[in-house]
């Protein structure tokens, strides 16, 4: 039974104040609650909030993320950070390949696969985030995107690294815009996702594998949603902003 795994990607919203804030409502809600004792929940505020939510999430059911980070240690690589500072606030999950930064920021399969071997290496979790756009889902090809997504992600990856880390489909057309995958389009994408893995690797680690929906999941959506064979949880950009929303979604998992 794969435990779900709920993540909020605050995005480029929030003062540190303001992040602060939101944490602390956060983990006055879920403390002492059973229900945040059977899922992973997951905040990844930005980087200048990392370190004042992680005061405030320490000894909480709710774990820190980074939104992403950089595959070399340290060096002239301005306006990167690092896993190991990243280690040093107390961060555990790390998105990569989210499609803003593929889309907006030029990130490549190629920089996913290495950020995803050096956030194993270092002892974190990635949530890799795939794919597809409308113009590729209405010309038939969501599979082939997702899968040279994936398969890039995953080269060279050995079997203990691959069953370490999450997956996020979003297609590119439902985040933000308040138009969801069906729970029928989200299932056979991940049930795809989960295919593919068992070619890669073999079925039962892609049984272990957790496989989260993202793209306008809110609380009216996520019981839907999750209710569905190979969909583990969320990766939640907006709805994650406001305590009562992304708890909404918490109590769906
Ligand atoms: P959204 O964003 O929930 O605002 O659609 C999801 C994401 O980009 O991770």
Not at 26 to 40: C, I, M, T
Not at 70 to 75: A, I, M, T, W, Y
Request: with cysteine; net charge neutral; proline share 3%.
């Amino acid at each position: 039974m794969r435990k779900k795994i709920i993540a909020g990607n605050w995005k480029m919203n929030k003062t540190v104040d303001e992040s602060a804030k939101l944490a602390t409502d956060l983990v006055a809600a879920v403390k002492g609650q059973p229900y945040a004792e059977s899922v992973d929940i997951v905040v990844c505020p930005t980087y200048v909030a990392l370190d004042r939510v992680a005061g405030i999430v320490k000894g909480s059911p709710v774990k820190l993320g980074a939104q992403d980070v950089h595959f070399e240690n340290q060096g002239a690589f301005t306006g990167k950070v690092s896993t190991d500072m990243l280690k040093a606030v107390g961060v555990t999950y790390v998105i990569l390949g989210h499609s803003e930064q593929r889309t907006l920021f030029g990130e490549t399969d190629e920089n996913v696969r290495k950020k995803t071997a050096k956030v194993l290496a270092e002892g974190l979790i990635p949530i890799i985030c795939v794919g597809e756009t409308l113009a590729e889902r209405d010309g038939g090809i969501t599979e082939k995107v997702v899968g040279i997504q994936l398969r890039a992600a995953y080269q060279g990856l050995s079997k203990d690294d691959a069953a370490k880390t999450v997956i996020a489909y979003e297609p590119v057309w439902a985040i933000g815009t308040g138009r969801n995958a069906t729970d029928e389009q989200a299932q056979a994408v991940h049930k795809f996702i989960r295919r593919l893995l068992g070619e890669i690797y073999d079925a039962p680690l892609a049984q272990g594998i957790r496989i989260q929906y993202g793209g306008s999941m809110k609380p009216e959506n996520a019981a839907g949603l999750m209710a569905q064979g190979d969909v583990d949880g969320g990766l939640i950009g907006g709805a994650s902003l406001k305590v009562d929303a992304f708890l909404g979604i918490i109590k769906a998992a």
